[in-house]
């Protein structure tokens, strides 16, 4: 008995010996206080749903080929979720830049959209660069988009050769007002993703004469 009465008490030996109503009081006490703390804690913390980042996106439908100016594209709000990697956030960045495909109005305009070395790459491989061709018959043009493989292909007196297979489509424009000289016709400009040499036999073939291309 002297054993026990020494012994000091635990702090939950005074809590079991509370009547019931008044461990529940206090119990309730703790949670608000708890709650209280929680609620000044989320107050103070900034809404996920508030967060937003820079996302620049078309203005309107544009068509392949656009360069884009302050009319054809805007910066809104998105989500940082919801943005893409790699979307451009400043008018600036696009001025003057040509669209490789076509574009819905809202869609994000990253650096893949426009026509250029880092397109170039990720079609073609480290190195790749973008040669532009018009097959000699611009119907074939009409059968091509970003993405396609072609081989390109020239004429010449021991017959057809392959001057680059399995090239990949970066974009297909259409024809500037006046281009080619006086050819009524010119058709869309392919532009296509090759390795350094194959690309300088293109453009060299190119200016020596006409080069299509056949689809893979």
Do not use: N
């Amino acid at each position: 008995m002297a054993e026990q009465t020494q012994r000091a008490d635990r702090p939950w030996d005074r809590w079991l010996r509370r009547p019931s109503w008044s461990r529940v009081l206090l119990a309730r006490r703790v949670l608000a206080a708890a709650l209280a703390v929680a609620a000044v804690v989320v107050a103070l913390l900034p809404a996920a749903g508030d967060e937003r980042v820079p996302v620049l996106v078309a203005a309107r439908d544009l068509a392949p080929g656009t360069a884009l100016g302050p009319a054809d594209v805007v910066v809104a709000a998105w989500p940082p979720a919801l943005a893409p990697a790699g979307a451009l956030t400043a008018p600036a960045a696009v001025a003057g830049r040509l669209l490789a495909g076509p574009a819905t109005a809202g869609e994000p305009i990253g650096e893949l959209r426009l026509v250029g070395s880092a397109l170039a790459v990720v079609t073609g491989g480290p190195g790749a660069s973008a040669v532009p061709l018009r097959p000699a018959d611009p119907a074939v043009a009409a059968l091509l988009s970003p993405g396609s493989r072609v081989d390109v292909v020239a004429g010449g007196p021991d017959g057809a050769r392959v001057l680059a297979a399995r090239a990949g489509v970066v974009a297909v424009l259409p024809p500037a007002p006046g281009a080619a000289g006086a050819r009524a016709d010119p058709g869309p400009l392919v532009l296509v993703a090759l390795p350094e040499a194959e690309a300088t036999a293109v453009a060299a073939a190119t200016l020596a004469g006409e080069v299509t291309v056949t689809l893979r």
